[in-house]
Each structure stands twice: as C-alpha cells, then as structure tokens.
C-alpha cells in the first residue's frame, strides 16, 4: 500500500533531434515458388544438377 | 563529406570475409558520397596479411598492435577487450576527423558499435543489408527477425554502421596500400578503458564457423537423434559446408549452441542453405530466410520450410542425404 501513496513525478520528455528515422517499412519481396520435387532418392539427380547449372552454386 | 574509417576484423592476425566486404562497402560508400576512406586494424597481423586488405582497395591501413594495446592494460593474462578495441576506433576516428564508421555486424562488432556510438556521440544504424540508398543517407535493414525490412534516413552528420556478413560481396580491386603503424599508446588509451577483458580462449572445435560459412548445411529433428548427424556432416564435407542444426536439436543437447541457426542462435546469410529434417519454424527462417538459395529435405510435404525452399525434395532424409553425398561427390571428383 505503500507504494501506492508514494507521488509520481511527471516529466516531460526531452526532445532531441532524431539522429535516424524510420522511412518505410515494407515485406520482403514475394518469392516464387520453389522447384520441389516429390518423388524422393529418385530426384535427387536432377537437384543437383539444379543446384549445378541453373543456381551454379556446386 | 565525412571520411569513412572501415574497421577491418580480423581472426588469429588473419582477415576473413567480413573484413573484405567490409573494405568493398567502404569503397563503394566513399566512391558515391565522392569521400576518402581509410581501413583500421587491431591484432598482431604481419605486414603481408595487413596488405591483403589492398586487394579489395584499400590504400591507407592504420595499424595497431594488439600486444602494445594490452599491455597499457596492466593486465598479464588479457588477450583482447573489447571496450579498448570501441575506445581505439573511437579516438583514432575523433581526432583524425573521420565522420563515418564501417564494422562488420559479426558478434564482435555488435558488440562494440554502440560502445563506439556511445563514445562518439556517432549515431548508430546496424545489421545493414542494403546501401544503395547511402547518398541520400538511406539505408535498408531487417526488423523484426526478418519479417520486413526497413529504411532507416541517417539525420546526422556523423554515423556508424554496421553489415550484415555475407551480403556485401567482396570484390576485388588491387591497389598497393600504405601501412601506417599506430602506436597504442598515442592514442589516450588508459587502463581505465578496460572494462572488461577476455583472458582465455578455448576453441571448441575446429570447424568452419557457420555465421560465415558460404555453404551450411543444418539438421533438424528429422534426424531422429544425434547419432545420424554424420549424414549432414558428410554432406557438408563434400559441399566444403559449415554444419548448423535447429533450436529443438541443440535444445535436445544433440549439437553444440554455437551450430545453432535462428532467432536465438546465429543469423546466417550464406549462398547456399540446406535444411535437412527442419519443419521451418518462424525462428528459425528468420535466421537463414535471407540466404541465397535454400534447399529444404523433408518428409513432410506442408512442412513450412518447402514454402521458403527455392528447391526440395519431399521425402526421407535418411535416403536423400547420402544420395546427395554421393552424387555431389562424383561431381567434385
């Protein structure tokens, strides 16, 4: 109960300049949809060689 | 236009990506705001490592020796702090009139960029993935995870930023750099500036570390127990991958944390991800979401990986990744 009748001090918030401000937010652009592939061990050939010509990452 | 100070990180005296893309970022700031930039260095670096920084353009290398900056420590046992490392940086960049600080956003330089912000008064804009905004003081970061991005307008003159490794490709322009060596103790370091100091380092392993690894190769729960994860390890051995795992394995004690890829682990941007046995909770997207291709293996065919996967196979990990091993293998023979 103390705590209660304890006074709050009000201040006023100090006003700075904005060093940095927020312009715009916005979602990452959509992305496609993926190549999945369904047929499992048997696809795998053909992701990497995916991963090989068309992403040339391997 | 302020000068722009790129401070180049640096492992064992040798510089990794991050301090190249660093350089190349710095390069490309300088050549759009028409400035000059300037490379710094705290380690035991010899001069051929120092100058390896020239091959992504840097001309001006400042210098300063680590063992002449701990030893104003008074410390015997100190092998680096961090609050000198923020105060060197700080007082090289006041009294030299540099106006922009450059620091990768690796652990290391989390951590010391508000300190620097704090001791310059610099304002402090992190995680940066995109500059091209930069002559209107406009740069791009992820909030929130990674769920959106967000353009942040720079209103002061002077600023540090921090980048996101793995996003600023290093590239590479050959100059001859100038090495200017910076002795500690001109720079009004004390030992007062020790805040705090790391005095062992214990190396848990000796594998690539997967915050910047170019190639990662993570497991999940789909493994069923920790006994499986060879299959992720020979995979990434054939691919020259850093191995990463998801909370619920770490959680479940099979990887250690420091494998960890998602909100409260590490956040990865290789070229390559490949999740193997992982569903794709938001927390762990937001880790690797921004990585460039990802490759998603599971069995289940609505697991939400699939929907941030530019290719999968739906199906069994235990079939998927030693036929991948396999098949990359005779590629690389």
Aim: glycine share 8%; aromatic share 6%; charged share 25%.
């Amino acid at each position: 109960m103390a705590s209660k009748s304890k006074p709050v001090e009000e201040r006023q918030p100090l006003s700075e300049s904005n060093n940095t401000e927020i312009t715009e937010m916005k979602l990452p652009d959509a992305k496609g949809q993926g190549k999945i592939f369904t047929n499992g061990i048997s696809d795998v050939p053909e992701l990497v060689r995916l991963l090989r010509e068309e992403a040339k990452i391997i | 236009m302020n000068k722009i100070l790129i401070f180049a990180e640096s492992k064992n005296n040798e510089f990794k990506s991050p301090a190249f893309e660093a350089v190349t970022a710095g390069k490309f700031i300088a050549e759009k705001l028409k400035s000059e930039f300037a490379v710094i260095t705290v380690n035991n670096a010899d001069e051929n490592h120092l100058k390896s920084l020239g091959k992504f353009g840097a001309k001006d290398i400042y210098s300063v020796n680590l063992d002449d900056l701990n030893s104003l420590s008074g410390k015997p046992d100190i092998k680096y702090s961090h609050s000198a490392f923020a105060a060197v940086i700080s007082n090289f960049a006041k009294t030299k009139g540099f106006g922009t600080i450059l620091i990768s956003a690796t652990s290391f330089g989390k951590e010391i960029a508000p300190v620097i912000s704090a001791r310059t008064g610099f304002s402090v804009v992190t995680d940066i993935v995109d500059l091209s905004g930069i002559e209107s003081k406009t740069v791009k970061r992820p909030s929130y995870a990674g769920k959106c991005y967000t353009q942040v307008k720079i209103n002061s003159d002077n600023f540090i930023l921090t980048l996101r490794p793995n996003v600023f490709k290093a590239s590479e322009s050959e100059s001859e750099p100038a090495i200017h060596k910076i002795e500690a103790g001109t720079l009004g370091i004390g030992a007062g500036d020790f805040k705090s100091y790391v005095s062992e380092v214990v190396v848990s392993s000796g594998k690539l570390d997967v915050a910047e690894a170019d190639i990662i190769v993570s497991g999940g729960r789909g493994l069923r127990g920790p006994e499986h994860f060879h299959l992720v390890e020979e995979l990434a051995a054939v691919l020259g991958a850093a191995t990463g795992a998801s909370r619920a394995v770490v959680d479940a004690g099979w990887r250690p944390h420091s494998e960890q890829v998602g909100q409260t682990g590490k956040t990865v941007s290789p070229t390559l991800y490949v999740a193997c046995g992982i569903s794709g909770a938001i927390q762990h997207l937001a880790g690797m979401s921004s990585s460039k291709y990802i490759v998603a293996i599971n069995k289940d065919k609505d697991a939400p990986i699939f929907q941030a996967a530019d290719y999968g196979i739906v199906g069994d990990v235990f079939e998927i990744l030693p036929a991948m091993t396999q098949e990359i293998g005779k590629l690389k023979s």
